[in-house]
């Protein structure tokens, strides 16, 4: 076992959080990890009001272990979904692209705020703002890391910020929690690794794809939904690389996104004009329309398991994930990679 400052912060057993994956977490994925010992987070991008309150109260009925939701705050419904989440005192609330308006909300009845970033300045600005601990994401992850590596950026965020840091971006294994400790973190985020689980409602096409893929096979570019990201190497991600400006398919994806939300046209242009006047992280229309694009694509390769127009974010870490054990095997493999490789590091400096 390890005792750390996110352990002893979130009651949990393992210093080790499922990613809040937008349209892969689902109460069931989330409530296993937790109950297996980790920090299971829910995104919330999927749902109405009405099913992320369902579904909060399913996951209680899972497990009575802490649990979090993930929003990002410049999406549709965001202060609804954190409304929802503060009425139904959620555990933790993890967010990001956006400024946390709800922290003293969440203090008030013992939950905690856990912030998501890429950037070092980001998280000193959140710890600033009252956050109990954050996510800092390296060049490696699946989706949305920046440019700097998790070598380089764990450290420097370390030197910064006292709150506790949780390393996602290339995190798979014990060895890669062991790293991340000695590299000044508290815990690791894994989403990939949580994606390839038996739990986990990816399509088994795709999962086939991620495990014979090596390290080489993944593709980073703004194409995917207008932010840089890393996606799979799949036929869909490589023809979205070559393509130009999708406009057609970016006004069918607005379409199918605000009929899935529930949204009036109202609501929904007001929403593009509140994504563009954001005054941190803004979405040019142009980024917009590429989420709108992608969006369809992402749920092809996600839930129809469509080889050939189906895109899938994935970290470079697919390139050493061979098999899908369930999320407790996973988390007991984990835990005893990270003692083995702590004991063979001791070993090696007292050579």
Same mark, same amino acid.
């Given at each position: 076992?390890?005792?750390?400052?996110?352990?002893?912060?979130?009651?949990?057993?393992?210093?080790?959080?499922?990613?809040?994956?937008?349209?892969?977490? =689902?109460?069931?994925?989330? %409530?296993?990890?937790?109950?297996? @010992?980790?920090? +299971? $987070?829910?995104?919330?991008? *999927?749902?109405?009001?009405?099913?992320?309150?369902?579904?909060?109260?399913?996951?209680?009925?899972?497990?009575?272990?802490?649990?979090?939701?993930?929003?990002?705050?410049?999406?549709?419904?965001?202060?609804?979904?954190?409304?929802?989440?503060?009425?139904?005192?959620?555990?933790?609330?993890?967010?990001?692209?956006?400024?946390?308006?709800?922290?003293?909300?969440?203090?008030?009845?013992?939950?905690?705020?856990?912030?998501?970033?890429?950037?070092?300045?980001?998280?000193?600005?959140?710890?600033?703002?009252?956050?109990?601990?954050?996510?800092?994401?390296?060049?490696?992850?699946?989706?949305?890391?920046?440019?700097?590596?998790?070598?380089?950026?764990?450290?420097?965020?370390?030197?910064?910020?006292?709150?506790?840091?949780?390393?996602?971006?290339?995190?798979? =294994?014990?060895?890669?929690? %062991?790293?991340?400790?000695?590299? @000044?973190?508290? +815990? $690791?985020?894994?989403?990939? *690794?949580?994606?390839?689980?038996?739990?986990?409602?990816?399509?088994?096409?795709?999962?086939?794809?991620?495990?014979?893929?090596?390290?080489?096979?993944?593709?980073?570019?703004?194409?995917?939904?207008?932010?840089?990201?890393?996606?799979?190497?799949?036929?869909?991600?490589?023809?979205?690389?070559?393509?130009?400006?999708?406009?057609?398919?970016?006004?069918?994806?607005?379409?199918?996104?605000?009929?899935?939300?529930?949204?009036?046209?109202?609501?929904?242009?007001?929403?593009?004009?509140?994504?563009?006047?954001?005054?941190?992280?803004?979405?040019?229309?142009?980024?917009?329309?590429?989420?709108?694009?992608?969006?369809?694509?992402?749920?092809?390769?996600?839930?129809?398991?469509?080889?050939?127009?189906?895109?899938?974010?994935?970290?470079?870490?697919?390139? =050493?994930?061979?098999?899908?054990?369930?999320?407790?095997?996973?988390?007991?493999?984990? $835990?005893?990679?990270?003692?083995?490789?702590?004991?063979?590091?001791?070993?090696?400096?007292?050579?």
């Amino acid at each position: 076992m390890f005792k750390t400052k996110m352990t002893e912060l979130f009651g949990i057993k393992h210093p080790i959080m499922l990613a809040g994956m937008n349209w892969i977490t =689902d109460p069931n994925l989330v %409530a296993t990890v937790c109950n297996a @010992g980790g920090l +299971g $987070i829910l995104a919330t991008a *999927r749902y109405t009001p009405d099913e992320l309150r369902k579904c909060i109260r399913e996951i209680k009925s899972l497990t009575d272990k802490p649990f979090g939701i993930n929003q990002m705050l410049l999406m549709p419904g965001a202060q609804e979904a954190i409304k929802i989440a503060i009425e139904e005192k959620v555990p933790v609330l993890n967010y990001t692209l956006g400024k946390p308006w709800f922290i003293d909300q969440v203090h008030a009845y013992g939950g905690k705020v856990l912030g998501t970033t890429a950037l070092a300045k980001h998280a000193v600005k959140a710890e600033q703002l009252g956050c109990d601990a954050i996510v800092i994401t390296g060049h490696e992850a699946a989706a949305h890391g920046a440019d700097a590596t998790s070598l380089v950026l764990i450290p420097t965020v370390a030197s910064q910020v006292k709150i506790p840091i949780i390393a996602a971006g290339g995190f798979y =294994d014990g060895r890669g929690l %062991a790293a991340a400790l000695s590299l @000044g973190a508290d +815990g $690791i985020s894994m989403g990939t *690794r949580f994606m390839l689980t038996r739990e986990s409602l990816l399509h088994e096409n795709f999962k086939q794809l991620c495990l014979e893929a090596s390290e080489q096979d993944t593709l980073y570019d703004t194409v995917f939904d207008g932010m840089p990201g890393r996606a799979l190497k799949s036929k869909g991600a490589i023809v979205l690389t070559k393509r130009g400006f999708p406009v057609i398919d970016a006004f069918k994806g607005a379409m199918q996104i605000k009929n899935m939300l529930k949204l009036s046209m109202a609501q929904f242009v007001g929403l593009s004009f509140k994504m563009m006047s954001a005054d941190d992280e803004s979405s040019p229309l142009w980024v917009q329309a590429r989420q709108a694009a992608g969006v369809p694509k992402h749920l092809k390769g996600m839930y129809e398991g469509d080889k050939e127009e189906g895109v899938l974010f994935a970290g470079q870490c697919i390139g =050493d994930i061979h098999d899908l054990p369930t999320c407790v095997e996973l988390i007991d493999r984990v $835990i005893k990679e990270a003692q083995e490789a702590v004991k063979n590091t001791s070993a090696k400096m007292q050579a």
